[in-house]
């Protein structure tokens, strides 16, 4: 079995243990019955969604919004600077300790596309060794930074590669409220959610998202349960901006 299957059947396993627990926080979880996923976990039918949180870690924002995903027994995706790591090596071994999903942002946050082959892994295989050092592993997928990227960077990548299907440009302003409704208006099954865990505004709109969205029957998850969840394996150099359930 490859790391990449290991690592979704860990994740459905991890998604029906959730789902169950999360269920009297959620009164609409079941309504749509159970789906089968990889390794035969049991997981309720969804919609579900992936939030995904870029630039960090940042000591004064990204613990407050983990205190209250785990409050609401929801995991995300982070998809990290190497730069902003450095000093924040606890908040990482938070993040993986708590069943978040971990990702390579690059570690100077620099525009993949413009760069030569050298300066490419000197981006992200320096990142990633770093982070494989702190949780041990070395399976991580890939964001480039504002989603630029070229054939170049699909070759390279050696990771499948992460884009967003909602993005309410939280860097924009610090409108908690717009980019809440931008959010809300728009999220479907399947879809990836953009926000930065550097900014105070962006953590209440992700708490404030969350309860509105579980409210409405969704279940949030990490990318890779996502993948679980529609039985794909995620394929190295590949873009993925949703993942759609089959009858789209």
């Known amino acids: ?36 996923a990889l390794g035969g976990a ?3 039918a969804g919609p579900y ?10 000591s004064a924002t990204t613990p407050v919004l983990l205190d209250g995903l785990a409050q609401r027994g929801v995991h995300a995706t982070f ?12 908040l990482l071994q938070r993040m993986e300790g708590e069943g978040h999903q971990i ?21 992200v295989d320096s990142l990633r060794t770093t ?21 170049a960077t699909q070759a390279r990548a050696a990771a499948p590669i992460v884009l967003w299907s909602v993005d309410p440009e939280d860097w924009s302003d610090r409108d908690t409220a717009r980019q ?5 208006d728009n999220t479907q099954d399947g879809d990836i959610i953009l926000l930065h865990d550097i900014y105070p505004a962006s953590v209440d709109t992700a708490l404030q998202v969350v309860d509105a969205l579980m409210a409405r029957g969704f279940h949030f998850v990490t990318v890779e349960q996502l993948f679980a969840i529609r039985g794909k394996t995620p394929e190295n150099g590949e873009v ?8 789209e």
Not at 79 to 90: D, K, S
Not at 180 to 184: A, E, F, G, H, P
């Open 1 to 36: 079995m490859s790391n990449w299957k290991k690592r979704l059947r860990a994740g459905a396993l991890a998604l029906a243990a959730l789902a169950l627990a999360a269920v009297p926080y959620c009164p609409q979880a079941q309504d749509g019955g159970e789906r089968q």
């Open 42 to 44: 049991k997981i309720p």
């Open 49 to 58: 969604v992936a939030l995904t949180f870029d630039d960090g870690p940042k």
């Open 79 to 90: 998809f990290v600077i190497g730069e902003n790591v450095e000093g924040n090596e606890l």
């Open 103 to 123: 990702g390579l942002h690059t570690y100077h946050h620099k525009m993949l596309d413009q760069l030569n082959a050298a300066g490419f892994y000197e981006e």
């Open 131 to 151: 982070l494989t050092a702190l949780v041990g592993r070395e399976e991580f997928m890939l964001r480039p930074p504002y989603g630029m990227m070229n054939a």
């Open 180 to 184: 809440v409704s931008v959010i809300l």
């Open 240 to 247: 993925y901006r949703r993942l759609p359930p089959p009858s």
